[in-house]
């Protein structure tokens, strides 16, 4: 059974910290890159950051040095620790290998106020 299951979001005011849980079925973690994607209100949906199976990162330029992934590869399970968020941040959180499966998960909101 494919899954995706994303969660952590929430509503956080800016400079705060939030950190996002996904578990994911083996048939997508397993040997793949891994990433977390957003997709903001009328935008299209973007990678932000990225881990491949052996740890290697690689982060969008907007959330460098403030976002870390990192993964477990025994509990299928990847997270997304976010610091010093900003209203840009806001948008719907997605796991997914990288690239992209055909199947999304639910996503978790992520607000961030000013």
């Known amino acids: 059974q494919v899954q995706l299951v994303e969660s952590g979001g929430g509503l956080v005011q800016a400079g705060e910290s939030l950190r996002l849980s996904c578990l994911a079925s083996?048939?997508?973690?397993?040997?793949?890159?891994m990433g977390w994607y957003r997709q903001a209100p009328g935008k299209q949906r973007e990678l932000v950051a990225q881990i491949s199976w052996g740890g290697s990162t690689r982060y969008a330029d907007s959330v460098k040095g403030r976002f870390t992934i990192s993964r477990d590869n025994g509990k299928n399970t990847v997270w997304l620790q976010m610091n010093s968020l900003k209203p840009e941040d806001t948008a719907v959180y997605y796991c997914n290998r990288v690239p992209g499966s055909a199947y999304w998960g639910q996503g978790t909101q992520v607000t961030v106020s000013s």
């Open positions: 083996g048939s997508i973690f397993m040997l793949n890159s």
